[in-house]
């Protein structure tokens, strides 16, 4: 029942819109009729408001962070990891959006951190070094979703290997569209607007 507890939590605080409640707040329409129709912080940046992008970025890192240490003091380790995770269902799949909403990959970011902090830092580093050497946001945020899993065997943490293996199997399949279009070569770079 604990378990099921933080999950719903995460769910709750993961499936708040951030990029699509500051974009309308800002007067730029729905978010979902631009770019790739995504409500996460890269396609808020091609609405071309670097403020708005990073400012959705930083809400939806903080809503996996919160989830995730919330329920970890109300019930424990297991339940802040499982409340994490729901957390990234939430914001992949928000009921108030008719379960169409972002790819989790700065929430999976937040989570990582609450989680372990080098973990988080160790799948930050490899985003923006894949994103300065490819300028692709989707091709970083593959990258540090499989560094994860490796970064946290490499610490000798199975246990939290096995939870970044699960948030990076989201990730990657939230990504599917975008790894067909960087197989094409057709991909957007970060920052072009639409």
């Known amino acids: 029942m604990i378990l099921l507890l933080a999950l719903a939590l995460g769910y709750a605080l993961g499936s708040i819109p951030f990029g699509l409640v ?16 995504n409500i996460g912080a890269t396609n808020v940046l091609r609405t071309g408001s670097k403020a708005l992008a990073a400012a959705t970025l930083l809400l ?16 424990g380790e ?18 108030w959006l008719g379960f169409k909403g972002g790819k989790g990959v700065a929430t999976g970011g937040g989570v990582l ?37 490796v970064i946290a065997l490499l610490a000798g943490r199975t246990d939290l290997a096995v939870f970044a293996a699960g948030i990076a199997a989201l990730v990657v399949w939230r990504h599917r569209p975008n790894i067909e279009r960087l197989l094409a070569g057709t991909e957007p770079r970060i920052g072009r607007k639409a």
Do not use: E, N, Y
Not at 129 to 135: D, I, L, P, S
């Open 113 to 149: 951190l609450a989680a372990a902090w080098w973990l988080g830092l160790g799948a930050a580093l490899a985003w923006l070094a894949t994103a300065v050497v490819t300028r692709i946001s989707s091709a970083a945020a593959i990258a540090a979703c499989v560094a994860a899993p």
């Open 60 to 75: 939806d890192l903080l809503k996996g962070v919160a989830a995730l240490l919330a329920a970890g003091a109300l019930w």
């Open 22 to 37: 500051l974009t309308r707040a800002a007067g730029l329409g729905d978010i979902r009729q631009i770019g790739s129709g």
């Open 78 to 95: 297991t339940a802040g990891l499982v409340a994490g995770f729901g957390a990234m269902l939430g914001h992949a799949f928000p009921a």
